[in-house]
Each structure stands twice: as C-alpha cells, then as structure tokens.
C-alpha cells in the first residue's frame, strides 16, 4: 500500500496549457508538500499546507497553486505552463507535533515542449 | 533562516570502502537535520535524523551521522558500501513555518560505487 502517491508519473505537454497534479496519503497525516526538483537535482519546497493554512515560498509564480479537496489530497494545477516548469514534481506529507519526518511520493516528472 | 550545503556534488568510491559524505549547516537557532536518500526515479527516503540528544545518530542500511556544533556539520559516513547505496543524498534541515515542517534541502551529493 503506497504512502503517498502522485499521478501521473510522467507528463508531457505543450506551453501555454494548464495541467494537474494529484497527490493522495493514506497516512492520516495532517500537512502536506509539494517540492520542486530541477535539472541538477536542487529541491527547493514551493507549499505547505496544514489544516487550511497554506505556507507558500515566495519564490513560487502565482500561475501554480495548490488545491486540497480534503486532510488526505493536496492537488498542484499549474496553469500556462512555461519551459522552465519542466522538472519532477514531489509530494510529501508529515504529522505536526510527529517526529518530524517527511513521506515522499516517487514524483511526477514534467516536461514542456 | 536556517541553510544547508554539501561541499561535494560527486563522491566515487569503491565496493566495500569507506564513504563521508559532507554537510555543513548555518543556523541562528537550535535545528532539526536529516539525510534523505533518493534512488534513481524513486522520491527521496529518510536516512536518519538528529533532533537532540545524542550526536551520533544511526539511520538505516549501515549509515550514521554525526552532529557537530562547533563545527556546524553533520556528515554523513559508512564503514563499508555497496552497489546497491550508489543514489543522490541529500541534507536537510527544517525550517519551521505555522504548523508545517518545511524541510530546505543542501544541492546533494551523488555517491556512486565502483565495483
């Protein structure tokens, strides 16, 4: 049974659509993640989201965001994709007040053409 | 705000030596570090993590760590490798935002073992 799990596993479209992410935990986790790993492997976390309280990295363009459906989803639509948006996308959850430790899905491997 | 570097992006080493694989941290506050694993086209795995307590912290698959604050580090060794821990590792450390666990990740270091 998968801890965490993204679809799809590999996306490829054109510039200028607007795509979706979903994620799911089946660990009854109360915070989820998404992170972004580019070409050379960096991550660097884009949101948090922990019972309605988002935490977003500035750095993010506000053409992504995140949608959580309920405690166990957090969805990322990113809309007008751009080239410089192809990456792996990661989701990851934890437990606040736990031992700290971040589950990550396998990633969704993006690329724009 | 807490950060996290890796002084080596590739670490080759043969079967069966020994590997250190280095982590430096910046921090005005006490911090939280980890060392995550990601095998290829997998996501990344919890090596192991030091909250308090005792400095040397021992992970899964042989791996331990060592907690330094004088010398702000936390590397990362194993007495003997296998095939099989060739993968990227990374250093962590979180930065605690509201509720959340926001982990910031060092640029990783890629070990790769040499039959």
């Known amino acids: 049974d998968t801890a965490v799990s993204q679809t799809p596993k590999y996306l490829v479209t054109q510039m200028g659509n607007d795509k979706s992410i979903k994620c799911e935990q089946n660990?009854?986790?109360?915070?989820m993640y998404w992170y972004k790993q580019d070409s050379k492997k960096f991550l660097k976390i884009m949101f948090s989201y922990n019972n309605k309280e988002l935490i977003i990295n500035e750095t993010v363009p506000n053409r992504f965001s995140p949608k959580s459906p309920d405690k166990a989803h957090l969805n990322l639509h990113i809309n007008s994709l751009e080239l410089g948006d192809s990456a792996v996308y990661f989701c990851?959850?934890?437990?606040?007040?736990?031992?700290?430790?971040?589950?990550f899905g396998s990633g969704t491997q993006l690329s724009v053409l | 705000a807490q950060s996290v570097t890796q002084l080596d992006s590739q670490v080759p080493v043969f079967e069966e030596a020994p590997v250190e694989l280095r982590c430096n941290y910046s921090?005005?506050?006490?911090?939280?570090l980890f060392w995550y694993v990601q095998y290829p086209n997998q996501g990344l795995q919890l090596l192991l993590k030091?909250?308090?307590?005792?400095?040397l912290v021992k992970g899964i698959n042989g791996f331990e760590a060592e907690f330094n604050k004088s010398q702000t580090s936390f590397h990362l060794r194993k007495p003997s490798v296998h095939i099989s821990d060739t993968a990227e590792y990374f250093c962590a450390v979180i930065s605690p935002r509201g509720r959340a666990n926001n982990l910031f990740f060092g640029t990783g270091t890629r070990l790769t073992v040499i039959p």
């Open positions: 030091y909250l308090s307590g005792s400095t």
């Open positions: 990851a959850s934890s437990q606040s007040g736990g031992d700290e430790k971040l589950f």
């Open positions: 921090s005005s506050v006490s911090v939280y």
């Open positions: 660990l009854g986790h109360d915070t």
